[in-house]
């Protein structure tokens, strides 16, 4: 069976996905734990653009008390879409070529989601490829007004059908949406 996509993000309700660790860890649940969980071990490899990459691989490899979700994520393959890595550690391949093609291939193959977890440049440069099968917007009740990166920044029109709506501990609703039509 075909591989899915899946983008998984936190945002703001100004739409801002910037910094997360500054904003939405203050809304973390066990709620939040266990969605985050489920999700991690329904997939077998992750999307990573190369900012998410970087800061993941220097926290995760060294992070204690993370359990059996620690060591699925440090074990997971990886792919890194970057035009300036010229290696990767932690379980990781930097996409070499057209990033467009190499997520076709890698979709084309059997095995569970290929997950991009943050990454945002990358989640709009797949959309705009018609790539992505599922967007889950973690959305945290907090409004920034003075955030960077906004989510679809650089995205063509979207429509998107609504599949379903989780309200986690704390006020974060986990909105999750596939491509309409």
Known sequence: MPRKVV??????????????????????????AQFKYRELFASDAMLLGRLTYEGFAAAWPTMEGTGDFGEKMNAMPKYVASRTLTAATWNATIIKGEVADAVRKLKSEDGGDLLIGGSGQLIDYLT???????????????????????????????????????????????????PAG
């Open 128 to 178: 705009g490829h018609s790539l992505i099968d599922e967007y889950r917007l973690m959305v945290h009740p907090i409004v920034l007004g003075d955030g960077k990166k906004r989510l679809f920044a650089s995205v063509p029109r979207l429509t998107l059908e609504l599949v379903s709506a989780q309200t986690l501990g704390k006020g974060v609703v986990v909105n999750t949406y596939r």
């Open 7 to 32: 983008a998984s993000t936190y945002v703001t309700l100004d739409g801002f996905i910037d910094e997360p660790g500054h904003w939405a860890f203050a809304f973390w649940s066990e709620e939040s």
